[in-house]
Nanobody, 125 residues
Framework: QVQLVESGGGLVQAGGSLRLSCAAS????????MGWFRQAPGKEREFVAA???????????QYADSVKGRFTISREYAKTTMYLHMNSLKAEDTAVYYC???????????????WGQGTQVTVSS
């Protein structure tokens, strides 16, 4: 079992930055992949970014095209925490952001077995 708690959401103006955190507990942090997803009102949950566990070659990352170049996903093993650094925020980034964990690395939200409660990000234009 993995327990996940997000934090760092809030209200920011367009063009601003936020850093989301996802604190993990339970299973050994290095043994599962993690991802960020978001859900806007009336829309389905969508993939934002994912990061694999760190092997010999380091962690692999994936990003949705809509956030590539603006968002950066990372994980800090000493603090068992994953981050999402969000820059150049746009109004369309407004959503509830969820972190998730699973044995497999990927973009499909349905594959992820463990989820946090979500944190609201609102970008004003």
């Amino acid at each position: 079992q993995v327990q996940l708690v997000e934090s760092g959401g809030g209200l920011v103006q367009a063009g601003g930055s936020l850093r989301l955190s996802c604190a993990a507990s339970g299973r050994t942090f290095s043994t599962y992949a993690m991802g960020w997803f978001r859900q806007a009102p009336g829309k389905e949950r969508e993939f934002v970014a994912a990061i694999s566990w760190s092997g010999r070659s380091g962690s692999n990352t994936q990003y949705a095209d809509s956030v590539k170049g603006r968002f950066t996903i990372s994980r800090e093993y000493a603090k068992t925490t994953m981050y999402l650094h969000m820059n150049s925020l746009k109004a369309e980034d407004t959503a509830v952001y969820y972190c998730a964990a699973d044995d497999r690395f990927g973009r499909d939200p349905y594959q992820y077995n463990f989820w946090g409660q979500g944190t609201q990000v609102t970008v004003s234009s």
